[in-house]
Structures are given as C-alpha cells and as structure tokens.
C-alpha cells in the first residue's frame, strides 16, 4: 500500500492552492482544508468508452442491451450466462453488476449483502474562464464532492436508503444553493442536470471481490460503496488475477465473499 500525501492548508493557502475558492474563504465558509496534491479525478463515462474501443478487436466482443437472466452453473462449476436471446458459454464468470449482483446471484443460493444507496449529482456547464474550482474538492461538512470535467462542473452528494429511482428536488435545490455559496461569481442555470444513482453498498463498507463459495470459475467484483470508480482499476486487476489462476498482489481476506456472507449471518451485519 502507498502513502497518500495530504498537508493541511490554511486560508490564504487554500485560495493559492485553489483561486475559485477565494469568495467563499473570504466569506468566512472555510478556516482551512486538506489538500490532497496526487488526487486526481476523471469522467468515467469518457474512460469506459475508450477502454471499449481500445479493445475493439476480434477476441474482445461487447454485447450492449442484453441483461444476463440467469448464471449456469453444473457439477459445482460455472458453465456460462442465459440472455433472452442466447446462452454464453465459459469456463470463467466475473459478476460485477453493481446492486443487481445480489439478484444475479440469489438463484444460486448465494445471498450477497449488498444494498443499494442512493446519491445525487447535479451538472453545471460552464463558459470559457468560468470562475470554477481546477481542483477536485470536497466539501465535507456538506458530504459534497466538486469535480471539474472539461467544460462541465459535478457535484455530487446524499446518501438515501432505499430503491426508489425518483429525484428529490428538494435534494437538488440544496445541491445547487450550496454551489451558489461557495462559488458566487459563477452563473448557475435553472437547469443543473440532476441525476440520481445506486451506491453499490456492503453493511461493512468493504468491496465483495473474489471467488464465489462452491462454485469454481465464478468470481464477484461489486459492493464498491461510493468509491467504486476509484477502486475500479485495482478492483479487476484482482479479479482478472484470480481468474487466470494468478495470486493478486493485495491480500484480499477481508475482501471476501465468505468473510461478508459470514458476518451478514452471524448478525453482525444488516440482514
Ligand atoms: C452520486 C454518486 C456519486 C459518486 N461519485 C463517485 C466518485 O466520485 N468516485 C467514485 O469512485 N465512485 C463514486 N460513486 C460510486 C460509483 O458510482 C459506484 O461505486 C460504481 O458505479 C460501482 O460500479 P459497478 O460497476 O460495481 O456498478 P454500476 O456502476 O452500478 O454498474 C453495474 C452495471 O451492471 C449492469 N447490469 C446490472 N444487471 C445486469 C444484468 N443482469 N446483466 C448485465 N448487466 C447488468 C448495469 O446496467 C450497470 O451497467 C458515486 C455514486 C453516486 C451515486
């Protein structure tokens, strides 16, 4: 494991370090921050797609539209994937379906603790010299995360228990008025895009990544929480290890199925 450097900033330090959040250092919202100089952040829409056609040759086949329904698993093994249209033959499964990994996987008595926690994000665009932060930033007090992606300002937030797909404007106002608080100067539509979506969370907060108990080629990587972008490379390299019969470099015991089945039925854990 590595290090994260991070050095404590204060406010005359956070402005040099971030110009956009002069106003609202200015205005009393921040004594000071943590400043994380290797963070990094990154559209990971724009990264998938490009993984995609990076990869986009004959042995490499991405099939769009076409939900799995079913695992097949004989003699204690994995044998492949149903669609509605056609069966997938293979001697390797990797289930990575964000929430729906514990549907996937329930029919083959495997009850994943996985619970989906709902979070918004809001999408300002913005004009050539926008006063909008470079920086990635987080805005902890308010559980909001700022990220600039091109030519487009995220924020991110919320955390709600449930499985109802429907947006809260009440949510989005609060998203957008705090936006208006800590960066006055940018001109903020009435349409800020708001979107909502499902944190793939455990009870304990750790990832699900490696084999699935008494089924051989079967392998989860999922239950990623609010991090799962972060994690992703690292994530299946893991996986992809364990499935070519590689030892992964990380210890991943406290990663595992087991170890989350385990506790979910012993209690200590959600139900
Ligand atoms: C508002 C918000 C902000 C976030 N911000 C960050 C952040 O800044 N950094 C970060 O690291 N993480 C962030 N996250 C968390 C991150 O989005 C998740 O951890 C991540 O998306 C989980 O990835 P996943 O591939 O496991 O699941 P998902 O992204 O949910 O993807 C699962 C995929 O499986 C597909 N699928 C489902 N069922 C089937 C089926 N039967 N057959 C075939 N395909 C199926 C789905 O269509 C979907 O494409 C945020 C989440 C939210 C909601």
């Not at 487009?152 to 998203?175: K, S, Y």
Request: proline content about 8%; hydrophobic content about 45%; overall charge positive.
């Amino acid at each position: 494991a590595q290090r994260v450097p991070l050095s404590g900033l204060g406010p005359e330090e956070m402005v040099a370090t971030e110009p956009a959040l002069s106003a609202a250092v200015k205005n009393g919202l921040f004594a000071g921050g943590v400043w994380g100089k290797a963070d990094e952040s990154g559209d990971a829409r724009v990264f998938t797609q490009r993984l995609v056609d990076t990869f986009a040759h004959a042995r490499f086949v991405c099939h769009h539209n076409m939900p799995v329904t079913q695992i097949i698993r004989k003699d204690s093994k994995v044998r492949g994937v149903m669609s509605a249209e056609r069966c997938f033959e293979a001697d390797a499964v990797i289930v990575a379906a964000g929430v729906k990994s514990r549907d996937l996987l329930a029919p083959l008595g495997v009850k994943l603790p996985i619970y989906g926690v709902k979070g918004y994000s809001i999408t300002v665009p913005l004009d050539k010299g926008a006063p909008a932060p470079e920086i990635s930033l987080t805005d902890l007090k308010n559980r909001l995360v700022v990220s600039r992606l091109g030519a487009r300002l995220r924020v991110a937030g919320f955390a709600e228990i449930g499985a109802r797909p429907d947006i809260a404007l009440a949510r989005v106002a609060a998203m957008r008025a705090r936006v208006g608080e800590l960066f006055p100067d940018l001109p903020l539509p009435d349409n800020v895009s708001p979107w909502v979506g499902f944190r793939p969370m455990t009870p304990d907060g750790a990832p699900l990544i490696g084999p699935v108990p008494n089924v051989a080629g079967l392998y989860v990587n999922s239950g990623h929480g609010p991090l799962g972008w972060t994690f992703s490379h690292g994530a299946a390299q893991i996986v992809a290890d364990l499935a070519s019969g590689i030892t992964p470099a990380l210890d991943i015991e406290g990663l595992s199925v087991t170890r989350a089945m385990a506790r979910m039925f012993s209690g200590r854990g959600a139900a």
